[in-house]
């Protein structure tokens, strides 16, 4: 579950670059203990407003690296960077303002984990950007600051809800839910805070977050699916193959996008009757494998990806309708093979996605083969998973 366990080709990526990005500084978020130590004040009526005004920035400089980061600017001075837009991964990106230099690659894994995508709460971070210095009191200040702490990510008609805490505060999702939870915050009747609070717990309690018994359902549909496909693989490639449930990961579309190699070869596909589309991806060395056996059984030194993994994903889309069936009879098609990051569409950058992974191993090459389900595609039948 934890995010750290990545995506496909994590391993490849790591070893690639050995250049610095040590030039490319964010702000980090805030200590908890801070944020509690603030409220506990204000919940008895004490200004503090050192306090207020540690906490005030540090929120600021939090919420400008992350509008640097959704809206892809300059790490040094906050512009639109050139070169963002092209396709080549290791494409080099510039600040036509100060003459910042780095390649995409780079500014990609400054931030990864580090939860700087401002996603579905971009705008409340904006909002606190242009309000905070604007503030004259610090009763104001408290204002825009209680507004930003409280503020969600909503996705999916609003009814999946989480904290935009998370990409303020230093803690584990689950740690930021209990902290905002037992915030000290006194009566808030009569003033301008009332009902931010109560706004904040009534969309938390609507929220239809995936738990982790269906997580663990998922994993067990898909330990079958292993199983079936170190079969086929065995035959198909004539040398005995594993294939092993690898992980799953609760993440999101972009972070998927960001890490699949580039060429990739990756099917897309719809499902019905579920609420929308799902992908198939396989690593590179399984489609060597592929294309390697494929050369020695016909003979012939031109062999055409696509043919040999059309074959091979027909058969995995097949498996995937059995495993599913005591949940649901699904039914697959329109599998289509994108060779480009840029032509797989399947969700918003920032949409909750199940990311089920498999690894591939044998003589001829190892390597993960993925399957990445939008929450949304499986809202429909999330609830009948763990019954
Ligand atoms: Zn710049």
Redesign the pocket.
Known sequence: MSSQQGCPNHADHGSVMSDRNDDIHWAPRLKPALIRRLYTMDARGIVDEDLIDEVGYGLLARCESIRRVTER???????R?EGVLEQERNRTIS??????QSTWDLYLRSYKNKRLHGGRATVDFLRFLDEFPKCRTPQQKMLVIDRLIHAVHEWMRKTLTLPAAENIIQAKRSEVIELLDDLAYGDRRGTERAGIRAMYFQKLDESREPTLREARAIKQLHTGLSQMMSEFYSEKLETSVDVDLAFLDRTTYDEVIEFLSNPTCTYTFAVEPLSGPAMFDYSQPVVEAFIAQAKKTTGSPNVEARIVMDKIIARNLADLETIWKPVEEIQISDAELKTNTHDIQLAKPDDPVFLVSHAMTCSRGSGLISICYPVLTLESILPRLIT
């Open positions: 600017c300059c790490p040094q001075c906050g512009e960077l600040c036509p303002s100060c003459g910042w």
